[in-house]
Structure formats: structure tokens, C-alpha cells
């Protein structure tokens, strides 16, 4: 999920710029992408040829992090805000495997994504929504995400790779903390985060390639991007490079270095 281009309409397909949601899709090995998208991630490629490996890894973080809320957490209701396009599994497959009456709203601001989406998951339970991160507000009280989720029972709020497209000056901590406060106690929150703090050495030629899309890469510090559970409980083993969290194997020493982190924390009181 991204902010929307500046004087456009919020939700209008714009292919004339690259979208890091179509663009995720590419690295991913996806279809659902324009030769714009292609040609900027290919650009990104060059300048960090292990971008595959780590929204791969990502993805992976994801699949067990929701397992983790729904096996061990007890979690019956997911809103995953920022969802980008499909690909399986995805989340509601992952939680409906475990607990087939989990109740999931998808959240999205691009509009192919939305699109896709509906015809992906239609007769799944579940809600695809179309709004904008930027406005933490419009998610929480649009009408098919009540439908789905009931803010008095725990949640699961899902912020993968996305924070990285929201910019200091459009208050991702104030926008984070609005979703937070949303939730009652025992909700948890996973969040992934871009990081220049494991390639330094290109970290800036990387954010670069974002500037000409929809929306910009901002790579945080392991601290900046601890900052987003705020008083949430940062279950074991803490922020750490998606790959070594909660391995589904024990993680090599020699493993390539991803540079994106993730965490799970839950809303103790």
C-alpha cells in the first residue's frame, strides 16, 4: 500500500509510474504488473540483486507469523492493511488451514490490487477493502471492515512491508499508533520493515529507484523501526531479519543477510 500521487484522484490506476505493490509482485515472480513496474524493478535488481531473496524471505515471515497468532494467540480476526496482490498462500488460506472461522479483511489503496483481489477471494468469508494507509481512520471505520472485524475482541493487525512507504513527513509513527490504539488487549500486531542497516553500501542507490514511483522507500534503523509496536509486548526473538524469526528451520550462520526486519508484539494491557 502506498500514498496516492499527488492531485490524483486516491484510487486511480496510474501506469505510468511503477507501483511497489506490482512491483513486490515482479520480485515475486508474479504476472500482475505493467512494463513499468518491470522496468523498475529491474533497475532495483541491479543495484540489490538479493531484493529476490528478501521478499521472498518476507513473504515466508508472514506465513508464520500468522500461523503463530492463530495456533498459539488464539487470534480469530486479521486485518491485513497494505495486503498487495495475491499470492498464494495467502493469508486467509494460512489462517483457515488452522482455524477455518477466522474472519480476515484485506486493505489495500491500489485499486488492481482491490480488483484482483475480489476475484481471488470471493465466496472466501472474507472483506476486500479499498483505502489508504495514510488515513489509519478511513481503514478502521469503513463499513466492510466493521462487517468483518469486531474491534472488542482481539486482532491481529498485519503491517508487512509497508511502513517503508509512508514518509517522516506523513507521520507513520501517528498512523501506527492510531491502528494500535484501535485494538483491545491481546491483539497483536506484525509488522516487516525495509533496513539500509545490513547493505550499507548501496542502501541509498536502492531507495533511489523508488523516487520516480508512486511512492518513495524509506529505510529505517533497527531502533526507528522498533519504535512502531510502542508499548506492545515484542514476543521472542524480538526485531530481528525476517529469516530468523521463528525459523521453520534452524537458520544458517552463512545465510545471505536480508535487509528487512520483522517482529511480532502483542497488546498486553
Given amino acids: 500500500m502506498t500514498s496516492p500521487s499527488s492531485g490524483a484522484h486516491p484510487f486511480a490506476i496510474d501506469t505510468s509510474k511503477p507501483h511497489p505493490a506490482r512491483m513486490y509482485d515482479y520480485f515475486l515472480g508474479g504476472k500482475d504488473n505493467y512494463p513499468v513496474d518491470q522496468e523498475a524493478a529491474e ?25 503463530h497468532v492463530v495456533a498459539e494467540g488464539g487470534i480469530r ?17 494460512i489462517a483457515h488451514a488452522i482455524a477455518p472461522e477466522t474472519r480476515i479483511a484485506y486493505v489495500d489503496n491500489d485499486p488492481i490490487v482491490s480488483a ?8 472466501t468469508g472474507t472483506s476486500v477493502v479499498l483505502a489508504d494507509l495514510s488515513d489509519p481512520r478511513a481503514v478502521l471505520d ?11 475482541q482481539p486482532v491481529a493487525l498485519l503491517l508487512v512491508a509497508v511502513m517503508h512507504f509512508i514518509p517522516d513527513d506523513r507521520d507513520p509513527d501517528g498512523i501506527v499508533a492510531a491502528l494500535r490504539d484501535a485494538l483491545p488487549t491481546g491483539s497483536y500486531l506484525v509488522l516487516s520493515h525495509a533496513t539500509g542497516d545490513i ?71
Avoid: C
Fill in 43 to 67: 533497475q532495483f535488481m541491479k543495484v540489490a540483486p538479493e531484493v529476490r531473496a528478501g521478499v521472498r524471505a518476507n513473504r515466508h515471515f508472514m506465513h508464520r507469523a500468522v500461523r
Fill in 77 to 93: 480476526q486479521i486485518l491485513d492493511v497494505g495486503t498487495g496482490l495475491p499470492t498464494e498462500p495467502n493469508v486467509h488460506q
Fill in 116 to 123: 484482483h483481489s475480489m476475484a481471488l477471494l470471493d465466496g
Fill in 142 to 152: 469503513h463499513p466492510d471492515v466493521r462487517r468483518v472485524i469486531d474491534f472488542d
Fill in 199 to 269: 547493505h550499507e553500501d548501496h542502501r541509498e542507490d536502492a531507495a533511489a529507484v523508488y523516487n520516480s514511483a508512486t511512492a518513495t522507500l524509506n529505510l529505517r534503523p533497527h531502533a526507528r523501526v522498533r519504535d512502531f509496536f510502542g508499548d506492545f509486548s515484542l514476543i521472542e526473538p524480538g526485531l530481528v531479519q525476517v529469516p530468523d524469526w521463528h525459523p521453520d528451520e534452524p537458520t544458517q550462520r552463512d545465510a545471505a543477510p536480508i535487509g528487512i526486519y520483522g517482529g511480532v508484539a502483542r497488546k498486553d494491557g
